[in-house]
């Protein structure tokens, strides 16, 4: 069990390689063994599970897609409804990343999540619950249902500040409820929460999840303040990649270089924004981020 808390925590610092090393050190020794440890998880799942999201994170969603699927056949198997819970849910953090859902063992990411959100609440486990509204914030963002995004990434909040648990994701459910009120049109509330996500992120050294915040963060002024906002856009953007070169976390490469491609176009730089629309296209296409790939192939009718 050591060693797979020290690969969750090698993901929760942003070392995505090293905790994908150890994690994968970790499914090797288990040698097949679904079994529970004397903290009543299974190690080989559990490792699986960080392991997908560390991939989505890298930038690897078919290696990721595939880890979550042998989570949720392994803990289907094995009568594991807690790690069943956490590899349903976890197809939310990849869809964000695609653009997308598409798993073989739960197609539907709705009915995934609300089956993981029953499992939590049927086990009374607070982590559970916390993680499990974070996912279905999640899967509202895909879908677009920004209200009901913001409820559950608010109850998360609430249930993670008053019970102490799951604050290792504190500032990236901050960003993901910025980019909620930004879609839903309150501009001030995401700036503020932005701004918040960016100093917990700084402060708890986490910094693939500082660089969604910044990235989020770019989006909002971009919305608000559109090509006079340029200085501060770009410097969000930079700290952006500078996090996402320190982290190895290239699933957000292609989604700052589509913002940078916005920025361009509010600035009234038609060609170079199309040059570099075509160049988001190309970096999602690299990370088969299908969804998003769809997206920008219908904008650029191509």
């Not at 994701?169 to 501009?187: K, P, Q, V």
């Amino acid at each position: 069990m050591i060693r797979w808390q020290v690969g969750y925590s090698c993901f929760c610092a942003g070392r995505l390689q090293e905790a994908l090393d150890v994690l994968a050190e970790v499914a090797d020794r288990s040698d097949g063994d679904s079994s529970p440890n004397i903290m009543g998880f299974s190690p080989w799942i559990m490792s699986l599970m960080i392991s997908s999201r560390a991939a989505a994170w890298r930038g690897d969603l078919d290696r990721a897609r595939a880890l979550d699927e042998r989570t949720i056949e392994l803990a289907r198997e094995g009568n594991r409804a807690e790690e069943l819970g956490w590899g349903l849910a976890t197809g939310a953090d990849i869809a964000l990343f695609d653009g997308e859902h598409r798993n073989a063992r739960a197609p539907d990411l709705d009915r995934a999540v609300l089956e993981a959100l029953e499992i939590a609440n049927r086990l009374g486990s607070h982590f559970s619950r916390t993680t499990t509204l974070d996912n279905l914030g999640q899967a509202h963002l895909v879908a677009g249902r920004w209200t009901e995004a913001i409820r559950a990434f608010e109850e998360a909040l609430d249930l993670m500040r008053r019970e102490g648990t799951f604050t290792e994701d504190e500032s990236l459910i901050l960003a993901y409820l910025a980019r909620a009120h930004l879609e839903a049109g309150d501009t001030s509330r995401a700036r503020a929460l932005v701004d918040d996500a960016i100093k917990v992120a700084a402060c708890a050294e986490r910094p693939h999840q500082e660089a969604f915040a910044h990235l989020t963060g770019a989006r909002i002024d971009l919305t608000t303040d559109g090509a006079t906002g340029r200085e501060r856009i770009e410097a969000s953007l930079a700290r952006g990649r500078e996090l996402v070169e320190q982290t190895g976390a290239h699933g957000l490469s292609p989604q700052i270089r589509e913002v940078e491609a916005r920025l361009a176009m509010r600035s009234g730089d038609h060609e170079a924004s199309g040059r570099t629309l075509r160049e988001a296209l190309a970096l999602y296409e690299e990370i088969h981020a299908l969804g998003h790939a769809a997206r920008l192939r219908a904008e650029l009718g191509v």
